[in-house]
């Protein structure tokens, strides 16, 4: 048998729709996608809430790894550079066959925190790893799954890191340097000019309740253009004003738990 070329290789784009959300630590856009899950499912639609690194119990322990303290129980021994892509597309491989490429075969709406723009700015553009060869990995890993929109939520790196001071959980990344954080940045910036179609930059030092009406509008204008088979169930078409809608604390979440998301860097 003729082993598969995963390089060359693209899977047709399946039905439903893959949102992802992405920006430097402290950008608000984990709010922000818990806030266009309620939207989406008060209008009628499946959603599925999930994360990177993360969404499934083995990708879960791979995140507990990646973001736990800069030494390992072994003595000095630093996470590299390229273990910390491996174990990332690792991740993302077992969360893209399990959870993301099922709940689109779906017809679900997908909002996943995080994807394969943050392994580009953080991986290639903060810790100086091969961008062709990343690009590649994720071939590899995930069959070329292509997100139909992105939102950048992106904030000057200081108002950022000032905010993750303030979080009641730090993790390996908030605790790399300025420089870092900065190149992570301008990689997110460099994509964003890269994929103008694909990625929308918001200003994140706008209030969070009118990124929410941004974002949400954003979203109307994507899913109007869409068969209306597209989407599982979606009973309500959404208007093309959309209300903003008021945080329900009690809202069921899907996807990762309440619980497992809430020390999910922003």
């Known amino acids: 048998m003729k082993p598969r070329n995963h390089l060359n290789e693209k899977r047709d784009q399946p039905s439903g729709l893959f949102i992802t959300f992405e920006g430097t630590e402290g950008s608000g856009k984990t709010t922000q996608c818990r806030r266009l899950a309620r939207v989406l499912r008060a209008q009628g639609y499946q959603v599925l809430e999930t994360r990177e690194p993360g969404g499934t119990p083995l990708a879960e322990a791979i995140r507990r790894l990646l973001l736990s303290h800069s030494k390992t129980k072994s003595k000095n021994e630093i996470i590299t550079p390229e273990c910390e892509t491996s174990l990332i597309l ?17 017809g679900m709406i997908v909002l996943c925190d995080r994807f394969f723009d943050s392994t580009l700015a953080y991986q290639g553009y903060g810790r100086h790893c091969d961008i062709t060869f990343l690009k590649h990995s994720h071939q590899f890993a995930t069959e070329g799954l292509t997100p139909h929109l992105t939102f950048l939520l992106d904030l000057p790196t200081h108002q950022g890191l000032a905010r993750r001071q303030q979080a009641r959980h730090q993790n390996r990344l908030d605790q790399e340097s300025l420089d870092f954080h900065q190149r992570v940045r ?66 069921p979440q899907h996807g990762v738990s309440r619980s497992r998301r809430a020390s999910t860097t922003n």
């Open 186 to 251: 301008r990689g997110f910036i460099a994509l964003a000019k890269q994929h103008p179609q694909r990625i929308q930059k918001l200003d994140a030092r706008q209030p969070a309740d009118l990124l929410n009406t941004l974002i949400a509008s954003m979203m109307s204008r994507l899913i109007q253009t869409l068969p209306s088979t597209c989407l599982a169930d979606a009973t309500l078409r959404p208007s093309r004003t959309i209300k903003r809608i008021q945080t329900n604390k009690g809202a």
């Open 90 to 106: 690792a991740a993302r491989s077992q969360h893209v066959a399990h959870v993301i490429r099922p709940a689109l075969s779906k």
